[in-house]
């Protein structure tokens, strides 16, 4: 475990500092115990393991190496090519500071390209609550950047594992997926320095479409993006840009859930935001 990791580490039950231990970390206060196994740091316990992270596990191809290796190699081409794109990864990469991807997923969010260009004095840390998930992408990153990169298996829905101020950016792509979206923007919040940067790629509902009243009836802060923009104000954080970078209506795939129409259209976007000072 790197000493920077440690410096911003909070117990997610009573959010007092950690102490390294041969088996992992403890809290200084009420001494519970989170292990480290072979580079991942577990805040999850097995049995209370969010239910899409359980459902993931079931996706088929989830356990191909391959998987991991092809989507870190298509965002490094990507980058190349895509001008949102090159301009999201160059803004977190060129934080010299603490950075957490949210909701990592198998697709890794923007994790190779980002790594490939982090200052030496940064810290990318991953965080998921999918296991295989964390296993591979901590065998394809961990080894290339030992001092810059970490794993932590994670409730997002629940208390983040990080002292308050201590983040300089959060990023993301897909955190729609987690179930307690507006719990996670808070403890965000919480967890982000004075004028640190949230940079998120995500979907949203037309503010007028059956699928956004659906969202915000349930009280998704995603449902449009109105509603996000909202929320996060609430919160202390202010959108800064909006880029739209295409829109689509129903479904991009036909299992899909949502929208619940296929006239409701809906906007692939990256937005940046900023704690209030």
Known sequence: MTP??????????????????????????????????DGIIHFVAGDVRPESSRNLVEVSGLQDAALYERNARGNEE???????????????????????????????????????????????????????????????????????????????????????????????????????????LREVARCLRAQGSVVLSERFYARESETAAYLTDKGHAFASFESFDAFCSSVGIEVTKYEELYTRTGKSEPGDGLPLKETDEWAESHIYLEKRA
């Open 4 to 37: 920077k990791l440690l410096q911003v580490l909070a117990c997610p039950t009573c959010v007092a500092s950690l102490e390294l231990i041969s088996e992992g970390v403890r809290c200084t206060r009420c001494k519970e115990v989170y292990s480290d196994d």
């Open 78 to 184: 990507r980058y190349h090519r895509d001008d949102s794109l090159r301009e999201y990864v160059d803004f977190v990469a060129g934080c010299r500071g603490v950075i957490v991807d949210l909701a990592t997923g198998p697709g890794g969010g923007r994790i190779a390209p980002i790594l490939k260009r982090l200052p030496p004095e940064s810290l990318l840390i991953a965080t998921d609550a999918c296991l295989p998930v964390l296993e591979f992408q901590c065998r394809l990153f961990k080894p290339q950047y030992p001092d810059q990169f970490e794993i932590l298996d994670v409730d997002l829905g629940k208390t983040l594992p990080f002292r308050d101020e201590s983040i300089d950016i959060f990023c993301g792509a897909g955190a729609t997926n987690i179930a307690n979206i507006s719990g996670t």
